[in-house]
């Protein structure tokens, strides 16, 4: 009997959803919009990371690993909610190709029904 190497399933998803999520924490630091307040959130989330300090010590694997990871997610979700939602909904727009401004235009199409024209009894 052989044995069968096991792959590891991946779910590129979630990575491009991290990418998406660090790209927009980046150009949500570099705009000038966003108060210097709320860009403390990324920074004390890189602080803890890098600290030689933290909750679960990084020996204890995977599970040091797993609360940096933590930590990371938390940062970034939690600075990204804290800022204006307006200049979060441009930058999103402008990551996918679009203007802020296309992105609240839907188009489509619609008929009238119901209605009669008022020359024919």
């Known amino acids: 009997m052989t044995?069968?190497?096991k792959r590891l399933?991946?779910?590129?998803?979630?990575?491009?959803?991290?990418?998406?999520?660090?790209?927009?924490?980046?150009?949500?630091?570099?705009?000038?919009?966003?108060s210097a307040t709320l860009k403390f959130i990324p920074a004390l989330?890189?602080?803890?990371?890098?600290s030689p300090v933290?909750?679960?010590p990084?020996?204890?694997?995977?599970?040091?690993v797993l609360d940096d990871i933590?930590?990371?997610l938390l940062g970034?979700?939690?600075f990204i909610r804290s800022a204006p939602p307006d200049i979060v909904a441009e930058h999103r727009a402008r990551m996918r190709g679009r203007s802020s401004q296309e992105a609240d235009v839907i188009e489509g199409q619609y008929t009238?029904?119901?209605e009669r024209d008022q020359g024919e009894s």
């Open 3 to 5: 044995k069968q190497k």
């Open 76 to 78: 970034l979700q939690l």
């Open 45 to 50: 989330m890189v602080a803890y990371i890098l």
């Open 70 to 72: 933590g930590a990371l």
């Open 112 to 114: 009238v029904q119901g």
């Open 9 to 34: 399933s991946r779910d590129p998803d979630l990575l491009i959803k991290l990418w998406q999520q660090l790209s927009l924490t980046w150009r949500l630091i570099i705009d000038g919009r966003v």
């Open 58 to 64: 990084d020996v204890f694997l995977p599970f040091g």
């Open 54 to 56: 933290d909750l679960i």
